[in-house]
């Protein structure tokens, strides 16, 4: 059964940092493209951070420079340092291949991780 289990959010003031981790296990997610997705209330999820197969990074414009995805593929892990961390990085994060996980013909979410940054 594939699972992808976030970890690591919690309450942080603007310009502290975080560490996220994501677990992914039911399969080996060594040859997937994985990424780190957000949703903050009213607003659509979006890719925040990607990582290749290769370990080529890509991220979104608003993080960059401040948060670095990285890749542990012995463990299955998926890490998100997140540095410099302002309000509007709240929200719930969520790991995900890239395309994301189809099981069952649905798009497979894990239950995500809440970071809320206070000013």
């Known amino acids: 059964q594939v699972q992808l289990v976030e970890s690591g959010g919690g309450l942080v003031q603007a310009g502290g940092s975080l560490r996220l981790s994501c677990a992914a296990s039911g399969r080996t997610f060594s040859s997937y493209y994985m990424g780190w997705y957000r949703q903050a209330p009213g607003k659509q999820r979006e890719l925040v951070a990607r990582i290749s197969n290769g370990g080529s990074t890509n991220y979104v414009d608003s993080v960059k420079g401040r948060f670095t995805i990285s890749r542990d593929n012995a463990k299955n892990m998926v890490y998100l340092q997140m540095n410099s961390l302002k309000p509007e990085d709240t929200a719930v994060y969520y790991c995900?291949?890239?395309?994301?996980?189809?099981?069952?013909?649905?798009?497979?979410w894990g239950q995500g991780t809440q970071v809320t940054v206070t000013v």
């Open positions: 995900n291949t890239d395309p994301n996980l189809r099981i069952n013909s649905r798009t497979y």
